[in-house]
């Protein structure tokens, strides 16, 4: 965090810059503070019947292979961060992500049992990449 009236939270799915969901951000007086990817220890899925579409994204365990994910990192007023969170709904959730500069934050991830039945794009590196690819 920047300092303690605001936090930082990585979005990579539908509240990305011109998705679906980024109203909510912008509602919260979230400011846009970088776009940047995650360390490569990640899996990424597209979500089976979510609306409007989403993403889920789950850690590897060590040893395995991960990849890199585009995300933006955005600050809210933390007095915003409790009904942004609440409004989370599973099996998605909020825990800390690695980025690829070392730096933890706050941002989105997926409960494991979600992505079963889920496709695996994590070969596409971002949601925009995948999104774009269905056109």
């Not at 509602?27 to 776009?35: C, E, I, N, Q, W």
């Not at 009904?83 to 690695?98: E, H, N, W, Y």
Request: charged share 20%.
């Amino acid at each position: 965090m920047s300092d303690s009236t605001r936090v930082k939270v990585a979005v990579l799915g539908a509240h990305l810059s011109g998705m679906p969901l980024n109203h909510q951000m912008i509602d919260r007086r979230a400011t846009l503070v970088k776009k940047t990817r995650t360390a490569p220890i990640y899996r990424f899925y597209a979500l089976p019947n979510t609306t409007p579409p989403k993403p889920g994204m789950i850690r590897v365990m060590p040893g395995e292979s991960g990849h890199a994910i585009e995300l933006e990192v955005w600050e809210m007023p933390v007095e915003a961060y409790g009904s942004f969170v609440a409004g989370i709904g599973g099996p998605l959730g909020i825990g800390m992500v690695q980025l690829e500069d070392g730096e933890s934050v706050q941002g989105f991830l997926c409960e494991p049992y979600a992505v079963v039945n889920a496709t695996d794009i994590s070969s596409f590196g971002g949601w925009r990449a995948y999104v774009a690819s269905k056109k």
